[in-house]
């Protein structure tokens, strides 16, 4: 079957500008996680979502990141007035349910840079 | 704050060779997690360990999870130019509120094996 797809797997914006970046996650999978990856580092959590809602938006950087799953499905994340430093990976992952240990199917991941 | 750190982060080594990668943190977790992850790709999920003192056996990898659940550790012997890639290691945190799991990396370990 499918796996996770990101969507565009590169971007390039310029330094205050507005960039969607979507998630499809694998279907049935209500869990949906968002985290951001900078070169040579692990990834960093951003936010996670059971179905519809978002369960834990802590790792939101600021109030320039938002992220919607309105049927709880497909996941967008929206980066505002973007900054340079938000250049990096940014990776999608679906799980089938919220354990503490279940296993998160990646998507390649977009890379975004922010000129 | 759960930090998970991994040592060495760059490892280079003869194929054939064997090695120990290591995933240290100071707090508990219920679980841990390996994944692989290869150039332009998400992150593969290897093992999740479970119980404290429990070892795993995938191949030619072999994974311990400490007896005090706070450390794991990734043996591989006689690698392979194939096992070249980063080594991550993840753990599960609990957010009370919600009863929900957010899981935090490792700073990876960068490995190549040389033909």
């Known amino acids: 079957g499918a796996g996770v797809s990101q969507t565009p797997s590169n971007k390039v914006t310029e330094k205050g500008k507005y960039v969607e970046l979507r998630c499809d996650p694998i279907?049935?999978?209500?869990?949906l996680y968002w985290y951001r990856q900078s070169l040579g580092q692990g990834p960093e959590f951003l936010i996670y979502f059971q179905g519809t809602g978002a369960a834990d938006d802590s790792g939101l950087p600021n109030d320039r990141f938002f992220a919607v799953r309105p049927e709880g499905s497909v996941s967008t994340l929206k980066i505002q007035r973007t900054e340079r430093g938000d250049s990096a990976v940014y990776l999608c992952?679906?799980?089938?349910?919220?354990?503490?240990?279940?296993?998160?199917?990646f998507g390649p991941g977009t890379r975004l840079t922010v000129l | 704050t759960q930090l998970l750190e991994q040592s060495p982060q760059f490892l280079s080594i003869q194929e054939g060779e064997n090695l120990t990668v290591y995933c240290n943190s100071s707090?508990?977790?219920?679980?841990l997690q390996w994944y692989r992850q290869e150039p332009g790709e998400g992150p593969v999920l290897l093992v999740t360990?479970?119980?404290?003192?429990e070892v795993k056996k995938l191949k030619r990898l072999t994974f311990q999870f400490g007896d005090a659940r706070k450390d794991s550790s990734l043996h591989i012997t006689a690698a392979q130019p194939g096992d070249t890639g980063l080594y991550l290691c993840?753990?599960?945190?609990?957010?009370?509120?919600?009863?929900?799991?957010?899981?935090?990396f490792g700073t990876g370990t960068r490995l190549k094996v040389l033909a």
């Open positions: 360990v479970v119980t404290g003192g």
């Open positions: 992952a679906s799980s089938l349910r919220d354990r503490d240990y279940n296993e998160q199917f």
């Open positions: 707090s508990v977790f219920s679980s």
């Open positions: 279907s049935g999978h209500t869990a």
């Open positions: 993840a753990g599960p945190v609990l957010k009370p509120a919600s009863g929900t799991y957010k899981y935090i």
